[in-house]
């Protein structure tokens, strides 16, 4: 099984995932500079130090919602969709593996009783302004 599978519909990146022990040396982003979250995988020694910062406030725009899930144990199945609801891949993803959502829609379902922490854009407004669901009951 790959260590990466970008997930695109008509060159537009839906989704990505990214396996436990994908092959680092240093620094491996897995995202373009333009995508709404930026996802990086970084391997340093022991005494690395990452010199003390802080960020910048950039100007904010408008932009379609983008989430970051870490599986910490588990098993899930993912289906991701195209902006028309068309199924454009399933994967099954397990402890230590993420993924990042960044167009389209998704369905995540528990095989396996499971946790995972989520990073997504904030303020987060609820489900009803935030979100478009496929079955509307």
Do not use: C
């Not at 454009?88 to 397990?94: C, F, Q, W």
Request: without cysteine.
């Amino acid at each position: 099984m790959e260590s990466i599978s970008v997930v695109q519909s008509k060159e537009r990146t839906l989704a990505i995932f990214v396996r436990k022990g994908l092959p680092v040396d240093g620094t491996r982003f897995v995202t373009s500079q333009q995508d709404a979250l930026q996802l990086g995988v970084f391997e340093r020694p022991a005494g690395y130090r990452v010199r003390a910062h802080r960020h910048r406030e950039l100007p904010a725009e408008k932009r379609m919602g983008a989430e970051f899930l870490y599986i910490e144990s588990g098993e899930a199945k993912v289906t991701v969709y195209d902006e028309t609801w068309n199924v454009i891949a399933e994967e099954t993803v397990r402890s230590g593996d993420v993924l990042l959502f960044l167009a389209g829609g998704h369905q995540v379902e528990m095989l396996t009783p499971t946790r995972f922490l989520e990073v997504k854009q904030g303020p987060y407004p609820g489900d009803a302004q935030a979100k478009i669901f496929r079955d509307p009951s």
